[in-house]
């Protein structure tokens, strides 16, 4: 198996001793749904001798992605439903997602755009489909923030994304710039001079949102590809799904949200799994979801705390439902749990 290029078939995953051939034909027919892709610095962290291995989970196909649930979606989160234009998704008053490709150098199996990413899905935006994003987002001076996702953004050449940054800071009123990404840890060594000064616009303000599930995705080579893009200037925030047998362990958690901050990056979101089709096996409860999150408060540091989030189902936004640690008894008191368990009253009782 050549291990510097990407696996990307059944017949790639037997070879890497990803799977064992008799189900060949289980994960070909997964395949002939969902998009599959991982990358060789995925690939090479992948331990073939845990059958519960915490990054095969995360990338290497499973035939429960073909039990869909009743309540499951095609489009969990409602892009669609606040798309005016091709490529712009327009939820909330003050920033817009541009969605300038569909293509990924590493198909998560839990992706809630899994039906639109990958060879069959909605591909790179066309030249005119991409005039009139931007046109969009030029007529409309309330945008304060454009974030690139897809897809991966990063996937794309460094003229392309220069080109893209050349065209926001031609509109006056975007003043930050988000890009959602996997690259820093699944391609470390496309972060380069050429991206990152691909990344910079006059009077723009460049964010990376960095997407990882587990301390073992921030290797060394994924370290150094973050302190390449902080040291020149961009900001970073992670962002995290929480997954039945990846991270659904206080300790995971933790160790996950000091890796980002030794890293430089500030734990922003940890998601609920979306109800995107094929992905139950990775759900837990919100209120399994509440427990871990708790578990997180006085065993890390303050840094440490991301916002534990659900995307309301049918495009209504985001709702913060992490761990329910007040609540009111009537007449302005209420009972307050501490991070050991124990309850007070606040106002504290006469």
């Not at 541009?98 to 998560?108: F, G, I, N, Q, S």
Request: glycine share 8%; proline share 8%.
């Amino acid at each position: 198996m050549n291990a510097s290029r990407p696996l990307r078939t059944a017949g790639d995953l037997i070879e890497a001793g990803l799977l064992p051939p008799e189900r060949l034909d289980e994960i070909e027919q997964v395949a002939e749904r969902y998009a599959v892709a991982i990358s060789p610095a995925m690939a090479a962290l992948i331990d073939r001798d845990d059958p519960a291995d915490p990054i095969a989970r995360q990338f290497v196909p499973d035939g429960a992605e073909l039990h869909i649930l009743p309540e499951e979606r095609e489009d969990p989160i409602g892009d669609l439903a606040h798309s005016p234009v091709e490529g712009i998704v327009h939820r909330y008053p003050d920033r817009v997602l541009l969605k300038a490709v569909h293509v990924c150098p590493v198909y998560c199996r839990f992706c809630f755009r899994r039906e639109m990413v990958g060879p069959q899905g909605l591909g790179t935006l066309s030249p005119d489909a991409m005039d009139r994003a931007f046109a969009y987002i030029a007529s409309r001076p309330e945008i304060w923030e454009v974030i690139l996702t897809g897809g991966d953004p990063l996937v794309l050449s460094p003229r392309r994304l220069a080109e893209i940054m050349e065209r926001l800071a031609a509109i006056d009123h975007v003043k930050i710039v988000r890009f959602h990404t996997r690259v820093p840890v699944v391609e470390p060594e496309r972060i380069d001079e050429a991206l990152i000064a691909a990344l910079k616009a006059s009077g723009k303000t460049t964010y990376v949102a960095l997407h990882a599930n587990h301390p073992h995705e921030l290797t060394s080579e994924a370290r150094a590809a973050c302190a390449r893009l902080v040291d020149a200037g961009s900001a970073m925030i992670s962002q995290s799904v929480l997954l039945r047998g990846v991270n659904d362990d206080p300790d995971i958690l933790a160790a996950l949200m000091r890796a980002f901050v030794e890293t430089r990056i500030k734990p922003y979101y940890l998601h609920h799994p979306d109800l995107a089709p094929g992905t139950g096996h990775f759900r837990l409860s919100i209120e399994e979801g509440q427990k871990l999150v708790a578990g997180l408060r006085g065993r890390v540091s303050g840094l440490c705390q991301p916002a534990y989030i659900l995307d309301i189902p049918g495009g209504h936004g985001k709702a913060v439902i992490g761990a329910s640690t007040i609540r009111p008894t009537g007449d302005g008191c209420y009972r307050v749990s501490d991070f050991r368990g124990g309850e007070h009253s606040y106002p504290p009782e006469a």
